[in-house]
Nanobody, 116 residues
Framework: QVQLVESGGGLVQPGGSLRLSCAASGMIFWLYDMGWYRQAPGKQRELVATISRGSSTNYADSVKDRFTISRDNVKRTVDLQMNNLQPEDTAVYYC??????????WGQGTQVTVSS
């Protein structure tokens, strides 16, 4: 059974940094594309960044040049380094993967709040 567990959220001032981590289990991690999504209050969940099994990356325009996604296939983790955080980055951040024939898997989410 696939499990995704996020950690690393918290409260940070504008311009600050946070690093989120997602630990995966129940899957052959290196075979799967991984991603981070976020959902702000009253808004739809949106893509933040993805990383393929070959480590190709893709970012939402709103986070390009500020966020970096990476993966460690030995530790079975996918991280999101977030720099120069702004109040509009406030959201619950979710780790995601998709397994063919089984569907989408999501973590429980971790809250990121950017406020002075």
């Amino acid at each position: 059974q696939v499990q995704l567990v996020e950690s690393g959220g918290g409260l940070v001032q504008p311009g600050g940094s946070l690093r989120l981590s997602c630990a995966a289990s129940g899957m052959i991690f290196w075979l799967y594309d991984m991603g981070w999504y976020r959902q702000a209050p009253g808004k739809q969940r949106e893509l933040v960044a993805t990383i393929s099994r070959g480590s190709s990356t893709n970012y939402a325009d709103s986070v390009k040049d500020r966020f970096t996604i990476s993966r460690d296939n030995v530790k079975r983790t996918v991280d999101l380094q977030m720099n120069n955080l702004q109040p509009e980055d406030t959201a619950v951040y979710y780790c995601h993967t998709h397994k063919a024939g089984a569907g989408d898997y999501w973590g429980q989410g971790t809250q990121v709040t950017v406020s002075s």
